[in-house]
């Protein structure tokens, strides 16, 4: 094979016209991520980028915007429980789900419904 995935650059999350104020409350204030421009050509379209450890998490403005409520992004993250705590502070709902071997994890939505998870694995 002449090629190999060297991981995902990516994520996008939709979300609806005029969302992004509270995108940045959510996924910058609340979350802790930092923002980062997007391309002076892609800019118009609106929307807000933000940068996840290695990764970047794009929110892109749908007109017919659906939540997703079982395709979600999975976050790997440190000290997992402080941002539970985080969350819940901010008045984020916190959901439990069934454990999975090996991780602790929680889901949340975020302010247009998209379902996330977030998780830590035992090494």
């Known amino acids: 094979m002449s090629y190999s995935f060297s991981g995902i650059d990516h994520v996008q999350l939709a979300a ?6 509270e995108s940045r409350r959510f996924y910058g204030d609340i979350l ?16 807000v980028w ?5 990764q970047q998490l794009h929110i892109g403005i749908q007109d017919d915007f659906i939540p997703a409520k ?12 402080a941002l539970r705590k985080r969350m819940v502070e901010h008045g984020v709902k916190v959901k439990e789900d069934e454990s999975l071997e090996g991780a602790e994890r929680f889901y949340v ?3 247009f419904g998209n379902r996330l998870e977030f998780l830590h694995w035992y090494h």
């Open 16 to 21: 609806p016209r005029g969302s992004e104020d």
């Open 70 to 81: 079982k395709a979600h992004p999975a976050f790997d993250v440190d000290h997992l429980q």
């Open 32 to 47: 802790g991520m930092k923002e980062i421009p997007k391309p002076v050509n892609l800019a118009k379209r609106g929307g």
């Open 50 to 54: 933000f940068k996840c450890g290695a």
């Open 109 to 111: 939505n975020d302010p």
